[in-house]
């Protein structure tokens, strides 16, 4: 279940946003036929039986240290699963794919953020010209390649359920150095999972007292199990691996791929239109994410050991 220690962390840096991508394609996609709270409630309980098997013997070893350190596992898991997916698919039930993975790339920008204010990090110069260059980028995609329409650019209400969620998900990042020592990868992400869907649960029985209720198929079984599989448990493994390696600030850098890949796969699969200027954005992004990685150097306070080795 786990990556072997010599494959790259950015390959897996980078196999994370196009699995992340995909999820937000078929969020959107299915969105009229899946509401947002059983989406992420089905997700992770097909994340958990996917991993269970692989994970239980390591969480039944490692029960003494999750049960010392029950609070920042209680804090990882609704923040990095429950309410960052919860607020993400309810995003795309008021705005579509193509805003939802641009808006992704503020990510970077949040954690480098608050890494300075919190943790008082530091990036050296030139990784500060790539997250520069790469938040250019989106903001050329945004803007549609024009000052003026950027001047008067308007979130809707998706956009900011989004954002709010992207904000989870860096704070998650940044809490990752919190997660236990010693704790087994498939540990962490079982139980995490765990916490996180008990979260959404009361939000999705809520949802279907109000009459939303899932129109299930074999097509959206299918679908869910995918996001299950790849968006979920294989995604989260990657970036937390790629976090331990490269560091926060850096491993953040990679979500500006998400809309390279997200941008074409809804043109692709969703009739979303892909133009001149998208393709600008997405040159402007991957040469922010290279000039950041190229300089970007292994954090020296991030114990291997302690990786999450999974979003």
Avoid at 61 to 67: E, Q, V
Avoid at 122 to 138: F, T, W
Avoid at 204 to 233: C, D, K, Q, R, Y
């Amino acid at each position: 279940m786990a990556a072997p220690r010599s494959v790259s962390p950015y390959l897996l840096l980078t196999l994370t946003p196009f699995f992340w991508a995909c999820n937000w394609i078929v969020g959107r996609g299915l969105h009229a036929d899946i509401p947002p709270m059983g989406m992420t409630f089905f997700r992770w309980f097909f994340a958990i039986l996917i991993l269970a098997p692989f994970a239980w013997p390591h969480v039944r070893r490692d029960w003494p240290i999750i049960r010392r350190n029950w609070k920042v596992m209680l804090m990882l898991g609704a923040i990095g699963v429950g309410t960052h997916n919860a607020l993400a698919y309810l995003g795309l039930n008021y705005t579509t794919a193509t805003n939802g993975v641009i808006l992704n790339s503020f990510i970077p920008v949040m954690i480098v953020t608050i890494s300075w204010v919190f943790l008082h990090e530091r990036l050296a110069p030139l990784q500060i010209a790539g997250v520069a260059i790469s938040l250019g980028g989106v903001l050329s995609i945004l803007s549609e390649g024009s000052l003026a329409t950027l001047l008067g650019f308007r979130l809707n209400v998706g956009d900011l359920f989004v954002i709010l969620s992207m904000a989870m998900w860096s704070v998650y990042t940044v809490a990752l150095r919190w997660r236990p020592a010693g704790l087994d990868v498939k540990s962490f992400l079982l139980v995490v999972a765990i916490v996180g869907d008990l979260c959404v649960l009361p939000l999705w029985l809520a949802e279907m007292a109000l009459g939303h209720t899932i129109a299930w198929s074999w097509p959206n079984f299918a679908a869910l199990l995918a996001v299950a599989a790849f968006s979920s448990v294989l995604a989260y493994l990657f970036w937390n691996r790629g976090v331990a390696e490269v560091g926060a600030n850096v491993a953040g850098l990679f979500v500006h791929l998400m809309p390279v890949f997200g941008i074409v796969l809804a043109w692709l699969f969703l009739g979303e239109r892909l133009a001149g200027f998208h393709v600008v954005g997405i040159v402007l992004i991957l040469g922010g994410i290279w000039l950041t990685s190229r300089y970007g150097r292994r954090r020296p306070d991030v114990d291997e050991a302690a990786a999450v080795g999974t979003d």
